[in-house]
């Protein structure tokens, strides 16, 4: 399984971006999907997570009401839209699949390679 994140980029404050994640390999499982992020010289930090289903979806503390994830199953791909973005959401990001239906903050079992958004002051 091969998850390939793209959309990253330079966005000023208060900018909007959104990620995409598509999901390659074993396709015929739909995977539980989530997005991490990783700032420089700080720990992994969840951001989001959303069911296979689409009818579960949870969001970091500091990501409610600004960050909002889907999928498309029919095209094996999940997105993270980024609104209102702030200096401090400049990080790496990752999307990871899980075989749980309903993942949460951990539990994940595949990881891509990360996109860069860096949002400028």
């Known amino acids: 399984v091969q998850l390939q994140a793209s959309g990253g980029g330079l966005v000023q404050d208060g900018g909007s971006l959104r990620l995409s994640c598509t999901v390659s390999?074993?396709?015929?499982?739909?995977?539980?999907m989530g997005w991490f992020r990783q700032a420089p010289g700080q720990d992994r930090e969840f951001v989001a997570a959303?069911?296979?289903?689409?009818?579960?979806?949870e969001y970091g503390d500091s990501m409610k009401g600004r960050f909002t994830i889907s999928r498309d199953n029919a095209k094996n791909t999940v997105y993270l839209q980024m609104n209102s973005l702030k200096p401090e959401d400049t990080a790496v990001y990752y999307c990871?699949?899980?075989?749980?239906?309903?993942?949460?903050?951990?539990?994940?079992?595949?990881w891509g390679q990360g996109t860069l958004v860096t949002v400028s002051s």
């Open positions: 990871a699949a899980s075989h749980l239906s309903v993942p949460g903050k951990s539990g994940y079992n595949y």
């Open positions: 390999g074993r396709t015929r499982v739909t995977y539980g």
């Open positions: 959303i069911s296979v289903s689409d009818v579960i979806r």
